[in-house]
């Protein structure tokens, strides 16, 4: 999995809950071009492939996995990411592939999918 470039997290936060000790922390992370070491919210199941990247680049909003963001003091897990439904069902709410070869590195000749 990896994890969104900070300028992608301080795209909001140069403006929003910037007072917080964790976005002060962020921001000094920013300014110095120091890796930020970053905690696991979710872990991912063994077998499958997932990037914030991807899913950024996609369009998605941060709120849609980790809830209303300008509400919470600390990212948590908000979605049974877990669970194969819970991906499924938002691919196919954005119309995007459900084929097994999406999410999954295995089988490589495995064209099904849920579409």
């Known amino acids: 999995m990896t994890f969104p470039a900070t300028e ?15 976005i002060m ?3 000094e992370f920013s300014k110095s071009g120091q890796r930020i070491p970053w905690l696991r919210v979710y872990a991912i199941t063994p077998g499958v492939s997932w990037s914030h990247r991807v899913h950024l680049d996609a369009g998605m909003q941060c709120e849609t996995c ?6 919470i003091e600390t990212v948590a897990e908000t979605k049974a990411i877990v ?12 119309a995007t592939s459900t084929k097994c070869v999406t999410c999954h590195a295995w089988p490589t000749d495995q064209v099904l999918g849920f579409d």
């Open 25 to 27: 922390d962020l921001q």
């Open 83 to 94: 669970a194969m439904a819970t991906c499924i069902g938002c691919h196919q709410a954005v």
């Open 8 to 22: 992608i997290c301080l795209s909001c936060h140069r403006m929003a809950a910037k007072d917080k000790p964790a």
């Open 66 to 71: 980790h809830g209303d963001m300008k509400q």
